[in-house]
T-cell receptor, first 109, second 115 residues
Framework: LAKTTQPISMDSYEGQEVNITCSHNNIATNDYITWYQQFPSQGPRFIIQGYKTKVTNEVASLFIPADRKSSTLSLPRVSLSDTAVYYCLVGDNDYKLSFGAGTTVTVRA | EAGVAQSPRYKIIEKRQSVAFWCNPISGHATLYWYQQILGQGPKLLIQFQNNGVVDDSQLPKDRFSAERLKGVDSTLKIQPAKLEDSAVYLC?????????????FGQGTRLTVV
């Protein structure tokens, strides 16, 4: 399994864009990049998945450079309710969904 | 569609007692996961099932933890005997197996306190 590295924490203010970069130098050819969000007292929730270039949905955007050794999750115009832990995972469709420590994002008013 | 159901939501037991958790995945989901999440840490995979077969149980403490998936649907996770360090939230997740899919759906979890 490819190891991922992401910042432990990030602070932001309401209305700002938050970008979380994840490093995955050993990503394999078949691996996807997936991000999950977890609020306190809840299970993780899938946010977005990508393989290359850019993916956008109603919640976030995922930017993946050509070498795929890193990826950036972008949360546009965050609100207080976006305060959560964000996890970057790398693997194929049979992967073990291995979570690291994640990035705690705190949004302040 | 209904989500992943887990029960109980909370459980308090004394060390050396046994406990069981139940999970009902989303209908039709072939893959089922059990995770242990200790406060302040990310979820740790305990066991992964594909239908009723075990794909990965490398991090399951087999001397005290056991899990089964009946007929490839519901699953139970058991701890016997429990230790203080087993205090955690136990999360169940399920996923439909598709070639281009890495999305799993998580239940609310069971918070276990061992005293």
């Amino acid at each position: 399994l490819a190891k991922t590295t992401q910042p432990i924490s990030m602070d932001s203010y309401e209305g700002q864009e938050v970008n979380i970069t994840c490093s995955h130098n050993n990503i394999a050819t078949n691996d996807y990049i997936t991000w999950y969000q977890q609020f306190p007292s809840q299970g993780p929730r899938f946010i977005i998945q990508g393989y290359k270039t850019k993916v956008t949905n109603e919640v976030a955007s995922l930017f993946i450079p050509a070498d795929r050794k890193s990826s950036t999750l972008s949360l546009p115009r965050v609100s207080l309710s976006d305060t959560a832990v964000y996890y970057c995972l790398v693997g194929d469709n049979d992967y073990k969904l291995s979570f690291g420590a994640g990035t705690t994002v705190t949004v302040r008013a | 569609e209904a989500g992943v159901a887990q029960s109980p939501r909370y459980k308090i037991i004394e060390k050396r007692q046994s406990v069981a958790f139940w999970c009902n995945p989303i209908s039709g989901h072939a893959t089922l996961y059990w995770y242990q999440q200790i406060l302040g840490q990310g979820p740790k995979l305990l066991i992964q099932f594909q239908n009723n077969g075990v794909v990965d149980d490398s991090q399951l403490p087999k001397d005290r933890f056991s899990a089964e998936r009946l007929k490839g649907v519901d699953s139970t996770l058991k701890i016997q005997p429990a230790k203080l360090e087993d205090s955690a939230v136990y999360l169940c997740a399920s996923s439909p197996w598709r070639e281009d899919n890495t999305e799993a759906f998580f239940g609310q979890g069971t918070r276990l306190t061992v005293v």
